[in-house]
């Protein structure tokens, strides 16, 4: 009896033995497998110019006028984007103490700040045809046009250029509640009044079509109502031209953004000017001043919900 029950328990040890092996033989393959994904140095993508293997992690990133995607994910570039003394002011609070560079990239600039990776916002945007150059310092990814010019495309590709496709989608869907919500305070506050954005630089004004920088936020995103005139404009083209200051009755807004830099001589213009204070929107104290047009008149996710923050200020009370 006894030797029968030594046999059946040594029986019971060989298979949890067995079972038990062929678990960690299963496993280890497992791990192993995630591993080596994790250990994965590159990654091959296609761009504007065809397929292009970078870091898979890059640290050192260069990305000039594609900082609002990098701060939207959490990254500090190697340095940012610049013409003379200026960057892009509504991202300096994430961007304080980063280095400039020149918004042409020049080849010197870009080697003094050893990256890792290089990003251009398109074929266009790379100067004196120097793409092969700027290979040889860094691995180089080249939006296309149409990713770079809607900045959820572009968000979302810097989101798989970087390995960080959860952060993206986690900014994308935070940023579509917020709309959201704004819309609905918006809608309630000012129903189907109609609100122009009118962009004054130096003594220049300039109407924002439908689809252009902001506009693409208070008519698409938030719902706003456009005046009629603005919607005959149709869609933003490459050439801008400026609207004169005798037709601005014509837009007939009962609401008016003003996008301007302090002391621009538009603004001047507009003080004394009977055609302004004869517009109904001013008449009505309708009119509200935004004072950094850097936000304003960019696309991108911190820039369109910093805008949306301007725009429920102004009309919810």
Known sequence: MLKKRLSLLLSILSILFLVTACNNSGGNSADDTENKENEKTEVTLTDAKGEVTIPANPKKIIAPYLEDSLVALGVKPAAQWSTGTSVLDYLQPELK????????MPLEQVIN??????????????QKGQYEEYKKIAPTYVFKDEISSDWRKQLTQMG?????????????????????DAKSNIQTAIGDQTVAIIWVMADKFYLMEH????ANVLYNDLGINQ???????????????PIALEKL???KADHIFLISKKGEA?????SKSSIWKGLDAVKNGHVYEMNDPSYWTINGLVASEKTIDDVQKALVK
């Open 97 to 104: 103490g980063v280095p400039k560079i020149g918004w042409d």
């Open 113 to 126: 700040n050893n990256p890792d990776l290089i990003i251009f916002s398109s074929p266009s945007a790379i």
């Open 160 to 180: 798989e250029i970087l390995s960080k496709q959860d952060e993206a989608k986690a900014a994308l869907s935070d940023y579509e509640k917020k709309a959201a």
């Open 211 to 214: 689809n252009r920088f902001s």
């Open 227 to 241: 005046p009629e005139f603005v919607k005959n404009l149709g869609d933003a083209a490459v050439q801008w031209d």
């Open 249 to 251: 009755p014509e837009i």
């Open 266 to 270: 538009g603004l001047d213009l507009l």
